[in-house]
């Protein structure tokens, strides 16, 4: 038997979210996130599988994680339960939150940003230097701001 928590794509609201990621982010950059050819089912496992990290927040006061690809989930050493359950300003050290803070803003201000590197840290306090970093915002099928992503291919451990 397999838990939708080991493979959370399978999930109906993942899927859906999966949709608000992949189509926010072509919205605002003018490009796709990833080869759009498939089923809502198969984007949403080709997402979770690729190569590249792939996070996201809510819009709660204190934004919750709520999708993290398995190279994100490896690399914050986390579970989808717990990563789910983690304030997103969790990621970056206390130092660094005031940047990261701004970073958000300045993304909200404009649809997204293509120019972020900075330090991050896991859940068991590894550090590591992530570079080339494009932060979006999420949008609903209404066009109405529902969160936050951000996605990179490049880090490294420090």
């Known amino acids: 038997m397999t ?6 794509w399978q999930q109906t609201a993942i899927i859906h979210h999966t949709q608000r990621l992949l189509s926010s982010f072509h919205h605002w950059t003018g490009f796709p ?13 080709k ?10 927040h809510g819009t709660q006061a204190d934004p919750i994680l709520n999708y993290g ?14 990563f789910t359950q983690t304030p ?3 990621t970056a050290e206390p130092i660094a939150q005031a940047d990261r803070d701004r970073l958000l803003q300045r ?3 404009r649809g997204y ?7 991050r840290i896991s859940h068991t306090g590894k550090r590591f230097y992530i570079r080339n970093v494009i932060l979006w ?6 066009g109405t701001p529902c969160g936050q992503a951000a996605t990179f291919n490049q880090w490294e451990m420090l």
Do not use: C, H
Request: glycine share 4%; aromatic share 10%.
């Open 3 to 8: 838990s939708d928590l080991q493979f959370p």
């Open 33 to 45: 996130l990833l080869d759009a050819t498939g089923t809502p089912e198969i984007l949403a496992q």
């Open 47 to 56: 997402l979770f599988a690729a190569p590249f990290v792939v996070v996201s």
């Open 69 to 82: 690809n398995q190279i994100a989930l490896t690399l914050w050493e986390m579970d989808w339960k717990q």
């Open 88 to 90: 997103s300003r969790l």
């Open 107 to 109: 993304a909200r201000e």
């Open 113 to 119: 940003i293509d120019d972020y590197e900075g330090v």
């Open 137 to 142: 915002g999420v949008l609903d099928a209404a």
